[in-house]
């Protein structure tokens, strides 16, 4: 150590005992609620950020003021209400899954509301804005597949998961729909765009071309393995900066962007819901500010009143 140096401060030490009570818990989301390896991760990550915070406390003696005092520090590291009100939810999963399986008398969690943070819209692109991101040039192996892979996020509104999860024989080409298993293993089928269709065919084309490809993937990286979506993130940045796009581009915006383009031109708010995968309307509504914002933005540049003129 450097002479003068502060002493790095050691991690929490966690309780051998939460840790297995945690193992187990992961294991119940995972055999018996069957989700997705990506929600049980963030479950994961969830729950580790509490059993740091009460490394010295035992689980089972929680009480609410301490819950409390947890997610005010947390909200004091910098936390917003949304990912506070994420991670409350995953609290009270674990605390209702060891009152059930393992005798704990209450939930320290129930009742417990995270602090509330300012509404955000979603981001989405302009159609002409996606309209680029889907031309983008080259024959390459690694381009077609990220050709092919960004039509279909935006021909479909499909989430990251969702994408990563398919398999070739999830595309009907005949019937021009694609089988997605959803959040909570729900299953849906959703229509997809002629052009994404296309780029779909030479995908699999040069997909064909790979050795020892994984044969449930129907998206994989250079080495045949199913692709992660850390490479997806990254290669859209990659284009997105090669397109001049705004760099925060990622996934989900073309989800967005698939749905407000899909509800200005229809108006139809269940049949985007539906296609979305989203239960309840109600998530599916902020698309309708979208709505309004795009309407907005056209009233004021083409009103020759929407503006008052300069002196």
């Not at 009270?92 to 009152?99: D, E, S, V």
């Not at 005798?103 to 981001?123: M, Q, V, W």
Request: charged share 25%; glycine share 6%; with cysteine.
């Amino acid at each position: 150590m450097r002479r003068g140096a502060e002493p790095a401060t050691p991690p929490p030490a966690r309780d051998a005992g939460a840790e297995k009570l945690l193992a187990k818990f992961l294991s119940h989301l995972v055999n018996e609620r069957r989700l997705s390896p990506n929600t049980v991760s963030n479950y994961a990550r969830d729950v580790r950020a509490l059993l740091d915070l009460t490394a010295d406390a035992a689980l089972a003696k929680l009480q609410i003021h301490q819950m409390r005092r947890y997610v005010a520090q947390l909200h004091a590291r910098g936390l917003d209400g949304r990912s506070l009100a994420r991670m409350l939810s995953a609290w009270r999963g674990f605390f209702r899954y060891l009152a059930r399986d393992h005798g704990f008398a209450s939930n320290p969690c129930a009742g417990l509301r995270a602090p509330k943070s300012k509404k955000t819209l979603p981001h989405a692109l302009s159609p002409d804005e996606a309209a680029r991101l889907m031309e983008i040039a080259g024959d390459d192996a690694m381009t077609v597949r990220d050709r092919a892979m960004f039509e279909l996020f935006y021909s479909s509104g499909l989430r990251l998961s969702e994408l990563t999860g398919l398999a070739p024989d999830d595309v009907n080409y005949s019937d021009a729909v694609v089988r997605v298993t959803g959040k909570g293993a729900k299953t849906r089928v959703v229509p997809v765009g002629t052009q994404a269709l296309a780029a779909l065919r030479a995908w699999l084309k040069a997909r064909a071309a790979f050795i020892n490809t994984d044969p449930t993937a129907l998206f994989v990286n250079a080495a045949g393995k199913r692709i992660s979506p850390r490479t997806i993130q990254a290669r859209m940045k990659q284009w997105a900066l090669k397109l001049g796009l705004s760099t925060d581009l990622h996934p989900h915006m073309l989800r967005h962007s698939f749905a407000s383009h899909v509800l200005q031109s229809s108006g139809d708010l269940r049949a985007v819901q539906e296609m979305l995968g989203h239960a309840s309307i109600s998530t599916t509504q902020v698309y309708t500010h979208l709505d309004f914002q795009y309407l907005a933005k056209v009233y004021d540049q083409a009103h020759p009143r929407a503006k008052k003129k300069s002196a």
